[in-house]
């Protein structure tokens, strides 16, 4: 069964299931945002957190070893001079789908916002969210902004996301390691709690 907007890997699956009394117990979703090699091209500028692949590398051994269910979420751009065009839509070789984990394509930066993401995660019986990927106040904020006010149960995985430098209105730069930080900052407590990958690993 494919459920419109998100796209399995491979081939065709049913939507994972999980127990409804194992629900409260089972590990979060892994929703793994935007890993894809348009974050490369070198328009983006400077970006924090170089390790960022590397710890999503892990955190989805962890999610598979556990049998937990992940969600990858990719970005399908309107814009003919997005970096996600051509190549840069390939996934970054870290966070390849494997076959039965989902697909979901989104065209803005949230996941929730013209996709079946919800209907995905209500038919498969899931709550909770641990959220990771790119970029940090983009897609990654928007997606967990929109998990929280959802009533999702949502953590974002600090170490496991990444954002670049990023110019105010007044023209002053703001390094990546402040940018990534205060949007963590506005993510938590009201809509997501912020953690790091070894709270899972």
């Not at 974050?39 to 960022?52: F, K, S, T």
């Not at 970005?75 to 839509?89: A, E, K, R, V, Y």
């Not at 996934?91 to 697909?103: H, M, Q, R």
């Amino acid at each position: 069964m494919t459920i419109q907007g998100a796209v399995p890997r491979g081939r065709p699956v049913a939507p994972l299931r999980i127990p409804q009394e194992m629900n409260r117990l089972s590990p979060p979703a892994l929703l793994v945002v935007d890993a894809q090699a348009a974050l490369d091209d070198p328009r983006w500028g400077r970006r924090n957190n170089p390790d960022a692949e590397r710890t999503i590398g892990s955190l989805l051994a962890a999610w598979r070893a556990e049998g937990a269910p992940v969600v990858h979420v990719h970005h399908l751009p309107t814009d003919p001079n997005s970096t996600f065009q051509g190549t840069g839509s390939t996934t970054k070789p870290e966070a390849l789908p494997l076959d039965g984990e989902w697909v979901v394509w989104k065209s803005t930066p949230s996941a929730f916002a013209a996709t079946s993401l919800v209907r995905l995660l209500e038919t498969a019986g899931i709550d909770r969210l641990a959220i990771c990927g790119f970029v940090t106040e983009n897609s990654v904020e928007a997606t967990a902004r929109a998990a929280g006010t959802l009533g999702y149960r949502t953590q974002v995985i600090a170490d496991a996301c990444a954002t670049f430098d990023k110019r105010d209105l007044d023209g002053r730069l703001w390094c990546a390691e402040e940018v990534h930080a205060l949007s963590l900052a506005n993510l938590n407590g009201d809509y997501a709690k912020v953690v790091s990958a070894s709270d899972f690993l």
